[in-house]
């Protein structure tokens, strides 16, 4: 079993839709949370990290972490076509060499 | 500033051949790391280097070695290459903060035949 399970979609959503992208984890330990966004073709792109429980926003983006049921989650509103990439979860336990482990990735389509 | 640069964009090799692959950051990051991505693995990190000096192995290191040349570069060299080493490379470093947040090149796609 991965230490990190990420639905890997295509999720394709109309323009303008709330999208909600989910990660679960099985360590515990994990107490920094990060998203990033790939293009196709592209290296991955940091959007957002959260630390330990609770939400981050920045402008059309929500970060979501719910440690108690090692259930991470990142909200998009008023998605564009822009938005249509590849969205990974990372995370890490701060500790030790603190190297971050990924989630697959979920596609995200939304159509114009 | 560039942020993290990686040579080549594409490259082929035949089963056997050897190859290194380039990566820089002008961010004056501490630590870099090597990541493969394939089709429904997600990223899985090759090599990471926490500081200029030091090298140590992640989680699928086997057919590869690194150079932590100096504190901006960090390059990964496959001496015999095989099929299964066909994926997307992606060179990554980060400022070393708690988040080890860390900051991606645009990638180098190799194909091994």
């Known amino acids: 079993q991965k230490e990190v399970e990420q639905d890997p979609g295509p999720l394709s959503v109309p323009e303008g839709a709330i999208v909600s992208l989910n990660c679960t984890y099985s360590n515990s330990a994990f107490q920094y949370f990060m998203w990033y966004r790939q293009y196709s073709r592209k290296g991955p792109e940091l959007l957002m990290y959260t630390y330990s429980s609770g939400n981050k926003e920045d402008g059309r983006f929500t970060a979501q972490v719910d440690k108690s049921s090692k259930y991470i989650s990142l909200f998009i509103r008023d998605s564009q076509p822009s938005d249509s990439a590849t969205y990974l979860c990372a995370m890490s336990a701060g500790t030790g060499r603190r190297a971050l482990t990924f989630g697959s990735g979920t596609r995200l389509q939304v159509q114009p | 500033n560039a942020g993290v640069t990686q040579t080549p964009k594409f490259q082929v090799l035949k089963t056997g051949q050897s190859m290194t692959l380039q990566c820089a950051q002008d961010?004056?990051?501490?630590?870099m790391y090597w990541y493969r991505q394939d089709p429904g693995m997600g990223l899985r990190l090759i090599y990471y280097s926490a500081s200029e000096g030091t090298t140590d192995k992640g989680e699928v290191p086997n057919g590869y070695n690194v150079s932590r040349l100096n504190k901006r570069e960090f390059s990964l060299r496959l001496e015999s290459a095989a099929p299964s080493q066909t994926s997307v490379y992606f060179c990554a470093s980060s400022p070393g903060s708690l988040y080890n947040e860390q900051f991606f090149g645009p990638g180098t796609r190799l194909t091994v035949l």
């Open positions: 961010m004056n990051h501490n630590s």
